[in-house]
């Protein structure tokens, strides 16, 4: 159970907060849906509606002006051959990870944001998961099987790979069983080699499965979302000393002259779908209508 509940928040237990824990909304797995080439087809999805030349991709946003006399936002932005680019708008949506707002939040905006939205973000807990994919030439378990979830004991709690909470099949990959990892112990897989992780991950599959015969992975990937800048983590919990407003300081927008100048979605920033990538979703069409709500009632 505490495998189960720590990959839910992506933490240590005793850093969230029970007063906050069921804030959440619970999703029906009915409903669920398995996108069999990832996220990728959103955005191709996306995509398909947006001129080439709206689009720019390899930039950091390194700096966000948001007070004006025009009541305009200058944002400044780096390519990767460390080139700068600015750009002028009317309004901006900041659609960064909470990880990523707790890291630069203070060197980002300009001026720093108001003392309420940088305690919140500081406040709410933003936790680590990470997946194992592991990929065979021939794979060893049956087809009808779905994986198996694991019940460790309480013996050399400190170990890494105690955090995988369980292994699982994958209906569009057949060859490819996915570990799943959270907190501590996921920062530390991202830095081991492939080698080592496969070498763990076996040893685990045939202790548990029961068999020794099962042989190492064939390809082993895994992902890095704690290390990369441009996310530092996986998604946000209630922490302890967070607040049931952390969420609603988070999402409300900078204003200039009554005017919603910079706005923020993410998940972090739905009160129901907190952690969920549907959050995520529709927390960016929550403040697409609202600059839409905006515009249309000053013409």
């Known amino acids: ?64 002006q948001w007070k004006s006399e025009q009541s305009t936002v200058k944002v400044i932005c780096e390519t990767e051959d460390k080139n700068v680019e600015e750009y002028l708008a009317d309004h901006v949506i900041v659609t960064c990870s909470l990880g990523h707002l707790k ?3 203070d060197n980002l905006f300009h001026p720093s944001l108001p003392e309420k939205k940088i305690k919140a973000i500081e406040k709410m807990g ?33 170990a890494w790979y105690k955090s995988i909470f369980k292994f699982s099949t994958i209906p569009t990959c057949e060859n490819v069983l996915l570990a799943w990892i959270h907190g501590k112990a996921s920062k530390h897989m ?15 599959l045939r202790k548990f499965w029961k068999n020794k015969e099962i042989p190492e ?20 919990y209630f922490a302890v000393d967070s607040h049931k407003s952390c969420i609603s300081d988070i999402a409300e927008p900078l204003f200039v002259a009554d005017k919603p100048i910079v706005c923020f979605a993410g998940e972090a920033t739905d009160s129901t ?14 403040e697409a209508n609202r600059i839409l709500k905006i515009n249309s009632t000053s013409k």
């Open 103 to 105: 890291q630069f939040h």
């Open 1 to 64: 159970m505490s495998g189960y509940l720590g990959l839910y928040v992506g933490d240590d237990l005793k850093l969230a907060s029970a007063n906050c824990y069921e804030m959440g909304g619970e999703y029906d797995d009915d409903n669920d849906v398995i996108l069999s080439h990832g996220y990728s087809l959103v955005l191709k999805a996306l995509k398909e509606d947006l001129t080439d030349s709206s689009l720019k991709f390899k930039r950091n946003v390194v700096s966000i």
């Open 273 to 286: 779908w907190f952690s969920y990538a549907h959050g995520a979703r529709s927390s960016g069409i929550r």
């Open 217 to 236: 992975p064939s390809l082993t990937q895994t992902s890095s979302w704690s290390r990369d800048p441009s996310f530092l983590g996986a998604y946000s």
């Open 126 to 158: 933003f936790g680590s998961v990470g997946k194992i994919f592991l990929y065979y030439e021939i794979p060893f378990w049956r087809k009808e099987e779905s994986g198996i979830v694991l019940a460790w004991d309480s013996s050399d709690d400190d």
């Open 190 to 204: 991202e830095t081991l080699s492939l080698n080592e992780v496969a070498r763990t991950c076996t040893d685990i």
